[in-house]
């Protein structure tokens, strides 16, 4: 199976796993050696080694971020592509709540594959994102819901 096949597919069930908290259906995407790294600063950044500990970090993000919205939409501003081997793509996501401002946060996708099987995932935020977000999440945090809740 080609790399961008196996991308969207892996992509389709990380949004059924955001709805149903399962991250079974995840294992089978991704090496158990996988790495995840996000380049940003603050409140982005960091480097997970392993399915659990990428799995671990996913489902914190989830939950404390992205699912403390009402609403989460997702839009593909350029690829996927293959470039150098590896899957890249640019995306935003824009997060709403009733009653805040909306939150839209750009960001770059880079996946590479290990046969059918991710063995990294990194994302990349534009220098202006954390500014941004930091801004947004101290005049705005402490009015979504908390985290888990």
Do not use: C, N
Not at 110 to 138: C, H, K, N, Y
Request: zero cysteines; charged letters at 30%; glycine letters at 10%.
């Amino acid at each position: 199976m080609d790399a961008l096949t196996r991308f969207q597919e892996y992509a389709a069930a990380f949004e059924e796993v955001f709805r149903s908290d399962d991250w079974s259906a995840l294992e089978p995407y991704f090496t158990e050696d996988a790495v995840y790294e996000i380049l940003g600063g603050p409140p982005f950044g960091g480097r997970h080694q392993g399915r659990d500990a990428v799995f671990t970090h996913l489902k914190g993000s989830l939950d404390g971020f992205d699912r403390r919205f009402a609403s989460r939409e997702l839009e593909l501003l350029e690829g996927p592509a293959l470039r150098e081997g590896s899957v890249w793509l640019r995306w935003r996501a824009s997060y709403k709540s009733p009653g805040l401002p909306e939150l839209v946060i750009d960001g770059e996708e880079t996946v590479s594959f290990e046969g059918d099987r991710i063995r990294r995932l990194e994302d990349r935020f534009p220098p202006q994102m954390s500014p941004i977000t930091e801004a947004w999440l101290g005049a705005y945090g402490d009015r979504l819901p908390p985290a888990g809740g």
